[in-house]
């Protein structure tokens, strides 16, 4: 029933005071609405909620296409073509922006409700726009194997440098989130990296990554021999174990030491923390002797971030890599298993069992 002007009823709750506009977006184009503007009650409309399930999903798929490798600019002539009107490259930045608290949700996330036997650490240079210079920046990036054989990303962060006290500081954040139950790290061999490894995870096991090891071997040697030392050191790297190992070591290193002096003197240095995963049973070592799981992992990235090139500042490296990883790892995580870990626990329980027979003989 029509109610007169400023009647007031027990019904009416309510009363109008004017309307303002607003501007709805929908694929044939913008209209504007003349919403009431409603005092001491409540007004909706049907209409307005369809309008507004569907204006977020056209803002997820705007952040999808942005994490995804679309530049801001084709996005917005994207929804030019959809809409009819043209959302500007900063509005599409400003939508990313609603995902930055679910990041960083995820980046801080508790990780003490499980183990992590083994670690693998890498990172990336990436171009980041700061103080009105462009500045090259490293994000560092860590991978574990939890103890029921899934891959999970364990966090990343946006160090200065790939320092050790970059390294240090990324560390120190895994332990306050709870990583435990770490027995091997693989990583390549920088100063810093390695150094902090051994600050923060003191008798840890660490596995320098071989991809890197054979290429430091091969810049050392002379053209004319690198194939043939390629096939050598990669048989030593592949032996059955350490004793073949070593012994495949000195015959090498006798051949070549005068045909390739710094090459010999990288590989026999290096020999010890190359083939650290010859302490583990077979089936483990193929996929902890290197980084390249990560590796592919930002080959994945790489290939988004050159459609962005220069990030606008170190906020929107965390957003885009951050969406990038934790969709990654929720494919690892629910996909399939990516180690048995059944016979790594058990060789570790006979490892643990003799060193305890050692000391009670020793005693």
């Not at 056209?58 to 043209?86: F, H, P, Y």
């Not at 954040?173 to 920088?190: A, F």
């Not at 021999?225 to 059955?240: C, G, M, T, Y």
């Not at 951050?322 to 570790?348: I, P, V």
Request: with cysteine.
């Amino acid at each position: 029933m029509a109610k007169e002007p400023y009647e007031r009823t027990e019904e009416r709750q309510g009363h109008r005071n004017g309307s303002y506009r607003r501007q709805l977006t929908t694929r044939v184009g913008s209209i504007t609405l003349h919403v009431p503007r409603i005092r001491d009650g409540n007004f909706s409309t049907e209409m307005f909620l369809r309008y507004q399930r569907s204006e977020q999903a056209l803002l997820l798929a705007l952040m999808e296409m942005v994490v995804n490798g679309v530049s801001t600019r084709k996005v917005s002539q994207i929804t030019e073509e959809l809409c009819g009107t043209k959302f500007s490259k900063s509005t599409v930045s400003e939508l990313c922006k609603n995902l930055d608290p679910i990041i960083e949700a995820w980046i801080n996330r508790p990780l003490s409700d499980d183990q992590y036997p083994f670690l693998l650490v890498d990172a990336m240079y990436l171009k980041v726009r700061e103080d009105g210079r462009v500045r090259s920046r490293g994000v560092m990036i860590a991978v574990g194997i939890n103890a029921d054989g899934y891959r999970e990303v364990l966090g990343m962060m946006v160090g200065d440098t790939e320092s050790e006290s970059s390294w240090s500081e990324f560390f120190s954040r895994l332990k306050d989130r709870g990583l435990n139950g770490v027995d091997i790290i693989t990583s390549d061999d920088h100063r810093g990296l390695v150094r902090a490894i051994r600050q923060y995870f003191q008798g840890v096991t660490w596995q320098r990554c071989q991809t890197h090891f054979m290429k430091n071997i091969l810049d050392a040697t002379p053209n004319s021999l690198k194939d043939e030392v390629h096939s050598h050191v990669q048989a030593i790297l592949e032996a059955p174990d350490e004793e073949t190992a070593r012994m495949l070591l000195g015959k090498t290193t006798s051949f070549y030491e005068d045909k390739a002096p710094k090459a010999m003197s990288i590989l026999e240095s290096g020999f010890d923390d190359a083939s650290a995963v010859l302490v583990l049973p077979d089936k483990y070592r193929k996929r902890l002797r290197t980084t390249n799981s990560i590796e592919r992992l930002n080959e994945e990235i790489r290939r988004r971030e050159r459609v962005i090139r220069i990030f606008p500042n170190r906020e929107s490296v965390i957003r885009l890599l951050g969406a990038l990883l934790m969709e990654q790892d929720e494919k690892w995580t629910t996909g399939k298993k990516y180690s048995d870990m059944e016979e790594y626990f058990t060789w570790r329980e006979s490892q643990i069992l003799g060193q305890t027979h050692k000391v009670t003989r020793i005693f």
